[in-house]
């Protein structure tokens, strides 16, 4: 009895204290991280980029006048465009001026990297040189090399008068209108292509470079075992996004050097596309061969991702 009683008297046992709640995991912390950071921009694609081009699509099936009234009329804009001279003659303009551009800009921008990645005095100096076109509006670029290439008093004319050669009308024929076009954009974007490729070399470590000098490697071979297969990544992304800037960029250079002269001669696919909707109110035509150049970009991006392997370059493949 007197143990029963003693256990009846025992004090009850504490609760177990609770557990503390966990928070989310390590991998869902960083995506939540992940989709902060990238919120911003991908809200300011959405409205500014993704919206747009959809509402392109869609009113690029209809008939559309400078007063706001909307008429649908299908596929009647690409009917259209598929049958204008005019367009695929800017489109063979676009092509050929994608052609030359992008292998220039890449070869320059390639050495000017290899160039200012050697530790002189004084090369920071030059690297912002480089880059500073860059930062300036292709407005005021247009400007300045307007003036630089004018056939009566222009500087390049006249540096060429002074050592005894004629000077050429750089922006008024049609056979040199393109290429200075070409030239002065090579210009403008060497700079931030230089930069890139400059990062991409200072990511090749260094004991690469040192076992090859040790090994005997002249500058090419070392280019060419060394540089040139760890710098790929780089060049893919170069090579993707000069392409795509090459399609869709330049209107407003063209607008000032040429206005699309002479004789249609630098009227890019771009500034075609601008004439008619802003220049002949046909919003609706301009929306339809819009639409257009984006596949074509989405064509052409796809090409050189698959040709490149998506970016993965691996040795020995």
Request: proline share 5%; hydrophobic share 50%.
């Given at each position: 009895?007197?143990s029963v009683a003693a256990q009846d008297h025992r004090t009850p046992a504490a609760p177990?204290?609770?557990?503390?709640?966990?928070?989310?995991?390590?991998?869902?912390?960083?995506?939540?991280?992940?989709?902060?950071?990238?919120?911003?921009?991908?809200?300011?694609?959405?409205?500014?980029?993704?919206?747009?081009?959809?509402?392109?699509?869609?009113?690029?099936?209809?008939?559309?006048?400078?007063?706001?009234?909307?008429?649908?009329?299908?596929?009647?804009?690409?009917?259209?465009?598929?049958?204008?001279?005019?367009?695929?003659?800017?489109?063979?303009?676009?092509?050929?001026?994608v052609v030359i551009l992008v292998p220039v800009l890449f070869c320059v921008s390639l050495?000017?990297?290899?160039?200012?990645?050697?530790?002189?005095?004084?090369?920071?100096?030059?690297?912002?040189?480089?880059?500073?076109?860059?930062?300036?509006?292709?407005?005021?670029?247009?400007?300045?090399?307007?003036?630089?290439?004018?056939?009566?008093v222009g500087a390049v004319n006249r540096a060429m008068r002074a050592i005894g050669l004629?000077?050429?009308?750089?922006?008024?024929?049609?056979?040199?209108?393109?290429?200075?076009?070409?030239?002065?954009?090579?210009?403008?974007?060497?700079?931030?292509?230089?930069?890139?490729?400059?990062?991409?070399?200072?990511?090749?470590?260094?004991?690469?470079?040192?076992?090859?000098?040790?090994?005997?490697?002249?500058?090419?071979?070392?280019?060419?075992?060394?540089?040139?297969?760890?710098?790929?990544?780089?060049?893919?992304?170069?090579?993707?996004?000069?392409?795509?800037?090459?399609?869709?960029?330049?209107?407003?250079?063209?607008?000032?050097?040429?206005?699309?002269?002479?004789?249609?001669?630098?009227?890019?696919?771009?500034?075609?596309?601008?004439?008619?909707?802003?220049?002949?109110?046909?919003?609706?035509?301009?929306?339809?061969?819009?639409?257009?150049?984006?596949?074509?970009?989405?064509?052409?991006?796809?090409?050189?991702?698959?040709?490149?392997?998506?970016?993965?370059?691996?040795?020995?493949?």
């Amino acid at each position: 009895m007197s143990s029963v009683a003693a256990q009846d008297h025992r004090t009850p046992a504490a609760p177990a204290p609770a557990r503390p709640r966990r928070g989310p995991g390590r991998k869902q912390r960083e995506w939540i991280a992940a989709g902060l950071f990238l919120a911003p921009d991908a809200i300011g694609l959405t409205l500014f980029v993704g919206v747009p081009m959809v509402l392109s699509i869609f009113l690029s099936f209809f008939q559309v006048s400078g007063f706001g009234s909307y008429e649908w009329i299908g596929l009647g804009n690409y009917e259209r465009m598929i049958a204008d001279p005019l367009f695929w003659d800017s489109m063979k303009v676009t092509g050929l001026y994608v052609v030359i551009l992008v292998p220039v800009l890449f070869c320059v921008s390639l050495g000017l990297g290899l160039l200012v990645k050697q530790k002189l005095p004084g090369m920071g100096a030059y690297r912002t040189a480089l880059f500073l076109p860059y930062v300036i509006s292709l407005v005021v670029v247009g400007v300045l090399w307007k003036f630089l290439l004018d056939e009566q008093v222009g500087a390049v004319n006249r540096a060429m008068r002074a050592i005894g050669l004629e000077g050429e009308s750089w922006l008024g024929d049609p056979t040199l209108a393109l290429g200075c076009v070409i030239a002065v954009m090579v210009w403008v974007m060497m700079g931030y292509y230089m930069i890139i490729f400059l990062a991409g070399l200072q990511e090749i470590p260094k004991e690469y470079y040192e076992a090859a000098r040790i090994d005997g490697a002249g500058p090419w071979t070392t280019f060419r075992t060394i540089t040139w297969p760890l710098l790929r990544p780089t060049s893919f992304f170069v090579l993707l996004m000069s392409t795509v800037a090459a399609i869709t960029g330049g209107l407003d250079l063209i607008f000032v050097l040429t206005n699309g002269g002479p004789a249609n001669g630098t009227s890019l696919a771009i500034f075609y596309i601008y004439q008619q909707a802003f220049g002949f109110g046909e919003y609706g035509y301009a929306s339809a061969m819009g639409s257009f150049l984006v596949l074509i970009m989405v064509v052409v991006s796809a090409v050189i991702f698959k040709l490149t392997r998506g970016g993965r370059f691996d040795d020995g493949e």
